[in-house]
């Protein structure tokens, strides 16, 4: 497994080489990758595991969902580095809009012209008023989702015995939390508090996931802080899981939705009686998780990958389904379920389980 903790570079130095050397410049493969953030641990680990000489690049727009990387392939033309990937994860619902209409999106860099090459997504394109049918699709992970609390008991004395939601009393909580919405309505003892509830906003696949497994169709009842105090989210949810939990830890009462691999230190909440656990998942009994996807345009036009992007995106979806790397990688193991151990199907996002064998 490589490591790139020590090459992360300047990237305006490195900008500024390329644009002054043409060659080098026609010889760099840049794909974007754009939509949602799940599995961003799963996609970064696999750039760095498929790519020779990875590095990691510094710039203004860097964050924990958007990353920009350079590295090698000795099956492309030219010199190491060959290959630019700029992964832009703000939203899988965001990502499929961009990619259908041709939208420019912000890399790390801070260049503003990106348009999506491929999206990874675990909500499909129907699920947000899309077709499938102009995408290449292959499905490389199952991607689940859960329900948390803080560890801390100062911030959760309404939430002690809330352990489990049920769909309903899911449904009433993403709807009405806040003022008014008291821990007795969801298994704890108190008619006097407030819940308050931290999402996901619409381009992620996390909230329309969550959404469509608990059959919520409302307005989401989100909130942030102003001043130290929960307010209701202005921007209608969070871009990421990292910003869930530090709402979740800060706002007392509080219940997130994350994807597993953002659950960290937090208290998972079982779902209709079930914890979250990979053999749950397998095994159909519990359903809030949805197939990823990696899609991409079909046919020889407008958007679509040329043969040198076609062999970034195959090396890479490579690295993300590589049995041994699901089976042993700690990033994988626990966060995410393979697709190829499901022992279960649905038709659609949030549809009904049926067993496969």
Do not use: C
């Amino acid at each position: 497994m490589k490591n790139i903790s020590s090459k992360i570079i300047a990237a305006g130095l490195l900008v500024a080489g390329a644009a002054s050397t043409p060659q080098l410049r026609a010889q760099l493969t840049e794909v974007t990758f754009s939509g949602g953030n799940a599995s961003s641990a799963v996609v970064w680990q696999a750039f760095t595991n498929q790519f020779q000489n990875p590095v990691l690049l510094s710039g203004p727009n860097t964050s924990s969902t958007v990353h920009s990387y350079q590295g090698y392939l000795s099956s492309l033309p030219g010199t190491s580095p060959n290959v630019q990937v700029d992964f832009i994860l703000n939203g899988a619902v965001g990502g499929l809009q961009d990619i259908t209409y041709q939208n420019v999106e912000t890399n790390a860099l801070g260049i503003a012209t990106n348009v999506p090459v491929a999206v990874i997504s675990s909500t499909t394109p129907e699920a947000v008023g899309l077709s499938s049918s102009v995408f290449t699709e292959v499905k490389t992970l199952v991607a689940p989702y859960v329900f948390i609390k803080s560890p801390v008991s100062s911030l959760t004395p309404g939430l002690t015995l809330v352990t489990n939601l049920t769909q309903r009393q899911a449904n009433y909580l993403e709807g009405s939390a806040g003022p008014g919405f008291h821990s007795a309505y969801i298994g704890g003892t108190n008619t006097a508090d407030a819940v308050y509830f931290v999402g996901r906003n619409t381009a992620s696949a996390v909230r329309t996931e969550t959404d469509a497994n608990i059959y919520f169709t409302g307005t989401l009842a989100t909130y942030t802080t102003s001043n130290g105090l929960p307010v209701l989210d202005p921007a209608g949810g969070q871009t990421g899981g990292s910003g869930i939990r530090v709402l979740v830890n800060s706002i007392t009462n509080a219940i997130g939705t994350v994807a597993a691999q953002d659950v960290k230190t937090n208290i998972a909440l079982s779902y209709e009686g079930v914890p979250y656990s990979v053999t749950n998942v397998q095994n159909g009994l519990y359903p809030l998780w949805g197939y990823e996807h990696y899609y991409w345009l079909k046919g020889s036009g407008t958007g679509t990958p040329s043969p040198a992007q076609n062999t970034v995106i195959t090396n890479l979806l490579a690295g993300v389904t590589n049995v041994t790397f699901q089976a042993t990688s700690p990033v994988f193991v626990g966060n995410f379920v393979p697709y190829s151990g499901l022992n279960v199907t649905r038709p659609f996002d949030g549809g009904p389980i049926t067993w496969l064998h």
